[in-house]
């Protein structure tokens, strides 16, 4: 089975746009939460879908969103971004409860 | 107070040494996980568990709910053991709260 994708990989943006992240889950899998990692930070949840709804939610502006489609393929969007919006963000899906982890979207705010 | 606090921070060992990572958690929980993760970013899901023991190769892991503790050992280890281990605790669906993660370094 195919592992956990996201696109793109890389991406660096300018202070006050926005952008989308992808997350494709391992087939057959409907949960996909969505995390940030920074230095400072750490890992922190942003948000988690399950069947196209919204099932739990971190503690994020509500810059941060996303949404789950049927396929049940993932994105988040940032909107308006901050300096401190840099960072890794990884998507993880998951069949039960034990999560697979995608490689991340490294994304740089100048 | 974080929810989750591992120990110790940082941990340098020699090739072939026993390694203990802690992990202590204030809440209850309904699974905790332990993660690898590499430098460039991947995480890798080591073990879920939510009572006893499990072991997968040189991998143990052990939790103890009454106590809110876990603990992580690596028997035998070796350099490509060298990598961050994050250890998060799941309380409502799969909303993980991390500890901070122990960077471990392995010398040969």
């Known amino acids: 089975k195919a592992g956990v994708t996201q696109t793109p990989r890389y991406l660096i943006k300018t202070r006050g746009q926005q952008v989308t992240l992808s997350c494709s889950p391992i087939?057959?899998?409907?949960?996909v939460s969505w995390y940030q990692q920074t230095p400072g930070q750490g890992l922190q949840f942003l948000f988690e879908?399950?069947?196209?709804?919204?099932?739990n939610k971190g503690n994020f502006p509500g810059r941060f969103s996303g949404r789950q489609f049927s396929n049940s393929r993932s994105e988040m969007n940032v909107s308006t971004l901050e300096l401190g919006d840099s960072a890794l963000y990884l998507c993880?899906?998951?069949?039960?409860?034990?999560?697979?982890f995608g490689p991340g979207t490294r994304l740089t705010v100048t | 107070k974080n929810e989750v606090e591992q120990s110790p921070q940082n941990l340098t060992a020699q090739e072939g040494e026993f390694i203990t990572i802690n992990c202590s958690y204030s809440?209850?929980?309904?699974?905790l996980h332990w993660l690898q993760q590499h430098p460039g970013g991947g995480i890798v899901s080591l073990f879920m568990?939510?009572?006893g023991k499990k072991k997968h190769g040189r991998l143990i892991a052990t939790i103890n709910i009454q106590e809110k503790h876990s603990s992580l050992h690596i028997t035998a280890s070796h350099p490509r053991d060298s990598a961050v281990y994050i250890c998060?605790?799941?309380?409502?669906?799969?909303?993980?709260?991390f500890g901070a993660g122990t960077i471990l370094r392995v010398k040969s």
């Open positions: 879908y399950f069947s196209e709804t919204q099932r």
């Open positions: 809440v209850g929980i309904s699974a």
């Open positions: 993880a899906s998951s069949l039960e409860y034990e999560q697979y």
């Open positions: 087939s057959g899998h409907r949960s």
């Open positions: 568990l939510s009572s």
């Open positions: 998060a605790v799941s309380r409502s669906g799969n909303k993980l709260v």
